[in-house]
């Protein structure tokens, strides 16, 4: 999945696949999770928030269900 490099102290890229609702996020330390059941609008909120990691932790970290992929 392609991602997208964000500006973030805990996050480096971000990736979404809207048919499969599949949220991919790279983390600084080099590990990449997927997340499962993501709305289109938590990925754009996530996107356009001030904060990436912030609404990362409200909103995705224990809300979706979830998988380690590297």
Do not use: C, W
């Not at 080099?30 to 990691?53: F, R, T």
């Not at 932790?57 to 590297?70: D, E, F, P, V």
């Amino acid at each position: 999945m392609d991602r997208t490099p964000v500006v973030s102290s805990n996050l480096k890229s971000v990736g979404y696949n809207a048919n499969a609702k599949i949220l991919e996020i790279e983390f600084h330390n080099g590990s990449v999770y997927q997340y499962y059941g993501v709305p289109l609008n938590v990925y754009e909120g996530l996107m356009k928030a001030s904060s990436h990691g912030k609404f990362f932790h409200a909103h995705i970290r224990n809300a979706y269900n979830y998988k380690r992929i590297r």
